[in-house]
Each structure stands twice: as C-alpha cells, then as structure tokens.
C-alpha cells in the first residue's frame, strides 16, 4: 500500500464498525389505567347523562390519536386514558379495545415497552368478549404486543405473538399487516441470531410490500435487510440492500435515513478495502449533514474520512480531516470528540514524520485532560 511522505506503520487509525443505533432510550410514561372499582356492597347505579359522556369519551379518543399522529405523545396518553375510563363506564367493549390498542401504540412510541405490553394483553383480554370486534384491532394489539417484547428481551414470546399476527392478517387478506409482522419476525430471529430465518421473513417483507407499492415501506425493509446482513459481516449482500434503500431515501428527502444508509455504505466498503468508495460515500453524508446543520452528523463523517484516507496512505488529507473534526468539535463544545481527534491528530502526524505538531496535540491532549 503507498504511503504518501514518511510513514510508520505502527500508527494506525481504526474506524469503528458499528451500526448506529435505531431504538431510543426507554421513557417512563404513565401506567395502564385500571377499570373502575367494584363493589357489590353498594347498588350499581345508572350512569348519568350516559349519552353526553359517550360523546365525550369519542371526543377524547379522537383528541388522543391526533395527539399521536403529531408526536405529542404525553398529551396523548392523557386524552386515550381519560376516553378509556368512561367507555369502561359504560361497558362499551369495542371502544375500548381501539382505545387501548392507540394506548399500546404510543407507549410503544414512547420507548415505554411495559406498559406497552400491559395495554396490548387488556386490549386481547377486551376484545375476546366481544366476538362482533373489529380484527384489525386484534392484529394491531398483537403487533405493538410483539414488538414489545422484543425491546423487553422476551424474544420466544415476541415471535409467538408476532406469528398469531401473521397467521390472522393471512386469514383476513391484510396485506399491510402481512408486511408489518414478516418484517417484524425478521426483526426478532435476528435478535436471536437466526439469521437465514431472519432474512427469510424480511426478504417475504420485501416482496409484499414491493406489490403495494409502498416506497415508505419498501425503504425501512430495505434497511432492516442491510443492517441484517451487516450483523454477519456479509458487506458486500448488505451494500447491495444500502444502495436500493439510499435512492428510495433521497427520493422520498428522509434526510436523517439518508444520512444513517449512506454512513453504513461507507463502512461496509471500508471493511471490504474498498477505501476509494467508501471516502465518496463518506463525502456525500457529509454534503449532506452540513446542509441540514447536523453537527453529530459532520463530526462524524470529518473522522470517517480521516480513517479512509489514512488507509490509502493519504496522510496530510487525514490530518485536514481531523483538524476540521477538531474544529467543529471544539465549536460544539463536545470533549470527547475533541479528545479523539486530538489522538487521530497525534497518530497521524507521527505516522508522516511531523513530530513536533505531533506533540503539539499530544501536550493539548493533556492540558484537556487537567482541565
């Protein structure tokens, strides 16, 4: 391999080969709201001015699944909690079931998976006494209720719901659905390291959604897909995922997935020493990111791209890289990214010969550290 001006060979930088995450960190929201309390002591009485309240419980359920539809998620919660009490007032089963179903729905959202779980198995519970319920409410609780217990840990189960799912979306022609629950069960035998199941479910996932025409849709597969493949080190199979997910990505301005496919292509490629590919795509995230002022996004591919130089012997472009990623990372004032390229910057100026900016950094690196 050439090496541009005079090199150590003992002086590498390395570039992380992880995915970047896709779940959020788990957030407390508020519990399941029980039934009223009984008491048989006390005559049950009719409940007042019940077709006012009706009105009123409808009212709320619609206020909660517009909240959700516009990610106000808390004020959600409080509108669905509110409309599920009176419908269990009444004893109005259908209502409740769709309103714990929209319960289950924005728990899961919120990163709330217990209780997310616990709406899900009263929203089964409900609508098992009602054999006249709508089953798309069936399919939807048992999907939130799937995907729960993946986040959970609780895979054998998440799989088992998850294919009930599938088997009743198959049962009513609820394509949509069909699509959902493949690609969710993929999602779950790669959690439990079953890959060929896992890409046998997604790749099921594709083709559906592909006759839909759903490009939203057939984007997220796509990437599923290329993560999946990704896991196993199969670089080349998950760039062929990345680069079909890209386009649909661009072609749809999702800039945030964009950026994510682009950055994942750059690393395959690098794995794959394909340095020359992998600095395009690492140069058009960062295209990108600056356009939408994705500071993370930038200080990222400034050091992904010092990486993919240095490994094709381009030094003095690395160390520009880095003094950029050290800049911006100084700017936002986010120390550890200013401490790791400070450390790139040392590495590759001792990599070139450049010993004194090479201990110019490293006596930075250790007045950051006093600091």
């Known amino acids: 391999m050439s090496k541009k001006g005079r090199s150590h060979t003992s002086y590498k930088n390395t570039l992380p080969m992880h995915l970047p995450q896709i779940h959020g960190e788990e957030q407390g929201i508020q519990n399941i709201v029980d039934g009223l309390v009984e008491n048989s002591q006390v005559e049950e009485l009719p409940f007042p001015n019940q077709e006012e309240h009706s009105s009123e419980a409808s009212k709320l359920l619609e206020e909660g699944i517009k909240y959700q539809q516009n990610g106000e998620l808390t004020n959600a919660i409080e509108s669905l909690q509110e409309s599920l009490a009176l419908f269990q007032a009444f004893g109005n089963i259908h209502k409740q079931a769709q309103t714990l179903s929209y319960l289950a729905l924005v728990a899961y959202s919120s990163g709330d998976y217990k209780s997310a779980i616990a709406y899900s198995q009263q929203c089964l519970s409900t609508s098992y006494k009602d054999k006249f319920i709508d089953v798309s409410i069936k399919v939807q609780a048992l999907s939130h209720l799937g995907n729960a217990l993946r986040h959970t840990g609780k895979l054998e189960k998440a799989a088992e719901s998850l294919k009930e799912c599938l088997q009743i979306a198959y049962q009513v022609g609820d394509k949509r659905s069909q699509v959902a629950a493949l690609n969710n069960l993929g999602l779950v035998y790669k959690a439990?390291?079953?890959i060929p199941q896992a890409i046998e479910y997604q790749e099921q996932s594709l083709?559906?959604?592909r006759e839909l025409e759903d490009k939203w849709g057939e984007e997220q597969v796509l990437k599923n897909l290329g993560n999946t493949w990704y896991t196993i080190g199969e670089y080349t199979q998950a760039s062929i995922y990345y680069e079909q997910c890209v386009k649909i990505s661009q072609s749809l301005h999702h800039h945030r997935n964009t950026?994510?496919?682009l950055r994942n292509l750059?690393?395959?490629?690098?794995?794959l020493?394909?340095?020359h590919k992998a600095i395009a795509y690492y140069q058009q995230r960062l295209v990108l990111v600056s356009k939408i002022k994705d500071f993370r996004g930038q200080e990222q591919s400034l050091g992904s791209l010092g990486v993919a130089c240095e490994a094709l012997g381009n030094y003095s472009k690395a160390i520009e890289y880095y003094e950029q990623r050290l800049e911006l990372a100084r700017s936002i004032k986010d120390r550890r990214s200013e401490e790791q390229s400070l450390t790139s910057l040392k590495v590759a100026c001792y990599a070139v010969g450049d010993y004194s900016k090479a201990m110019k950094y490293e006596q930075q690196t250790a007045m950051q550290g006093d600091s």
């Open 259 to 261: 950026s994510q496919i």
């Open 266 to 271: 750059g690393n395959a490629n690098y794995a």
């Open 192 to 194: 439990l390291n079953q």
């Open 273 to 275: 020493g394909n340095y």
């Open 207 to 209: 083709k559906l959604i």
